[in-house]
T-cell receptor, first 114, second 114 residues
Framework: GAVVSQHPSRVICKSGTSVKIECRSL??????MFWYRQFPKQSLMLMAT?????????EQGVEKDKFLINHASLTLSTLTVTSAHPEDSSFYIC??????????FGSGTRLTVV | AQSVTQPDIHITVSEGASLELRCNYS??????LFWYVQSPGQGLQLLLK??????LVQGIKGFEAEFKRSQSSFNLRKPSVHWSDAAEYFC????????????FGSGTQLTVLP
């Protein structure tokens, strides 16, 4: 079945630095990928829709300059958290729409900003 | 706007007992519906999905769900729960628009008693 690989699974960074999270579709091409943020014991909040070869579409309230999304190929989308602050600490999950019409999710990245 | 509601925040069942997790949607046309399961610190795994056809859908791990248009529901069921089923369960649906972003319910935490 479709597999989405997300790295790293955990990252700790200092306040003010940037962190890049990668999301790869391993056995299928994903023209569209999605980035979610999840707070403890809460549901997933869609941050942005990543489209291969074009600019990402951000949800209302999400700072596009802080959360940079690049979808340079059909199998890779990256989310860069720039100038990270403790309030950016969260669980970030990517997903891709697979050929079966469903959505395959990565295993998530736990970001801790200290 | 489309929404997905999971009325139960937390459900506790004994191992071997039957399970039903509720999900209601609000969408004018026939929705595309999904159930996902999430273990702590992990991504989401697809249990089953409904696009069209037979309203009773079989999924993995012995789960099934029934689409009832008259009740705007897509409840998840399992006849006999195992301790390994303890996790967070999310119901989700396509939102309108060409990007077909998933809209998630707030989730139901399942605890299984020995």
């Amino acid at each position: 079945g479709a597999v989405v690989s997300q790295h790293p699974s955990r990252v700790i960074c200092k306040s003010g630095t940037s962190v890049k999270i990668e999301c790869r579709s391993l056995d299928f091409q994903a023209t569209t990928m999605f980035w979610y943020r999840q707070f403890p014991k809460q549901s997933l909040m869609l941050m942005a829709t990543s489209n291969e070869g074009s600019k990402a579409t951000y949800e209302q309230g999400v700072e596009k300059d802080k959360f940079l999304i690049n979808h340079a190929s059909l199998t890779l989308s990256t989310l860069t958290v720039t100038s990270a602050h403790p309030e950016d600490s969260s669980f970030y999950i990517c997903s891709a729409r697979d050929s079966g019409g469903g959505y395959t999710f990565g295993s998530g990245t736990r970001l801790t900003v200290v | 706007a489309q929404s997905v509601t999971q009325p139960d925040i937390h459900i506790t069942v004994s191992e071997g007992a039957s399970l039903e997790l509720r999900c209601n949607y609000s969408y004018g046309a026939t929705p595309y519906l999904f159930w996902y399961v999430q273990s702590p610190g992990q991504g989401l795994q697809l249990l089953l999905k409904y696009f069209s056809g037979d309203t009773l859908v079989q999924g993995i791990k012995g789960f099934e769900a029934e689409f009832k248009r008259s009740q705007s529901s897509f409840n998840l069921r399992k006849p006999s729960v195992h301790w390994s089923d303890a996790a967070e369960y999310f119901c989700a649906s396509f939102s309108s628009g060409s990007a077909r972003q998933l809209t998630f319910g707030s989730g139901t935490q399942l605890t299984v008693l020995p």
